[in-house]
T-cell receptor, first 114, second 113 residues
Framework: SAVISQKPSRDICQRGTSLTIQCQVD?????MFWYRQQPGQSLTLIAT?????????ESGFVIDKFPISRPNLTFSTLTVSNMSPEDSSIYLC???????????FGQGTRLTVV | AQSVTQPDIHITVSEGASLELRCNYS??????LFWYVQSPGQGLQLLLK??????LVQGIKGFEAEFKRSQSSFNLRKPSVHWSDAAEYFC???????????FGKGTRLHILP
C-alpha cells in the first residue's frame, strides 16, 4: 500500500491566478497520476507524472494549463494555471505500487475558483 | 484504449434488499478491473479488484463481483444492503500495457429505509 499526502487540502482562488498542488508519497513509486473530479462527476485522468521526463497528458489536457513536475519517486506537483471557475474541482493524486495493484489516492485538493 | 460504462446513473434499493451494479468495459485483452466506493465528502475506497484467476471476486463490506469475459462485464453485487452503503460506486479498468486506470461515470446508490 501507499500513504499519500496532498497539500493544500482546499483553497479558494481568484480567477486568473495559479495554484500548485503537492503530492507526497511515503514510499518510492514508479506510477503516479493526477485526476480531476468535477462536482458530482467521476474521476478524469489528467496525466501520468513521469519521473525525470515530461508528463503524459490525456486528451483534452495540456501542459500549459496543467504543468506537472516529478523530481523524484516520492513527490509530484500539479499546477492549475490561469484559473477560471470551470477549474473548480477536486484534484487527486494517485499512485500504483506495481502493475498488479490498485490505485491509491490522496484525500484530494478541493479547489474553488471565484 | 480502454473504457468503462456504468449504465445506471442512480439506483435505489430498500434496506435489506439485494443489489447489483452494472459495469461493462472495452479492452482488447484481459483487463484489470476494480470497484471503488466514495461516500459523501470522503475519499475513494477500494472494494475489490480482479487481475486473473477465479472470476468471482470477494471484497470488503460483503461485496462481490463477477468477471464475465463473454459479456465484457464486471458487475458488483451484495445480497443485503445496509443504509451505510449509500454512496457513489465507480467501476474502473486498467490495461496490462500501460499503467493508467480509467474510471466509469459512477452509479449513485440510494437506500430506502
Amino acid at each position: 500500500s501507499a500513504v499519500i499526502s496532498q497539500k493544500p487540502s482546499r483553497d479558494i482562488c481568484q480567477r486568473g491566478t495559479s495554484l500548485t498542488i503537492q503530492c507526497q508519497v511515503d514510499s518510492q513509486v514508479t506510477m503516479m497520476f493526477w485526476y480531476r473530479q468535477q462536482p458530482g462527476q467521476s474521476l478524469t485522468l489528467i496525466a501520468t507524472a513521469n519521473q525525470g521526463s515530461e508528463a503524459t497528458y490525456e486528451s483534452g489536457f495540456v501542459i500549459d494549463k496543467f504543468p506537472i513536475s516529478r523530481p523524484n519517486l516520492t513527490f509530484s506537483t500539479l499546477t492549475v494555471s490561469n484559473m477560471s471557475p470551470e477549474d473548480s474541482s477536486i484534484y487527486l493524486c494517485s499512485v500504483r505500487t506495481g502493475a498488479n495493484t490498485e490505485a491509491f489516492f490522496g484525500q484530494g485538493t478541493r479547489l474553488t475558483v471565484v | 484504449a480502454q473504457s468503462v460504462t456504468q449504465p445506471d446513473i442512480h439506483i435505489t434499493v430498500s434496506e435489506g434488499a439485494s443489489l447489483e451494479l452494472r459495469c461493462n468495459y472495452s479492452y482488447g485483452a484481459t483487463p484489470y478491473l476494480f470497484w471503488y466506493v466514495q461516500s459523501p465528502g470522503q475519499g475513494l475506497q477500494l472494494l475489490l479488484k480482479y487481475f486473473s484467476g477465479d472470476t468471482l471476486v470477494q471484497g470488503i463490506k460483503g461485496f462481490e463481483a463477477e468477471f464475465k469475459r463473454s459479456q465484457s462485464s464486471f458487475n458488483l453485487r451484495k445480497p443485503s444492503v445496509h443504509w451505510s452503503d449509500a454512496a457513489e460506486y465507480f467501476c474502473a479498468v486498467a490495461s496490462n500495457r500501460d499503467d493508467k486506470i480509467i474510471f466509469g461515470k459512477g452509479t449513485r446508490l440510494h437506500i430506502l429505509p
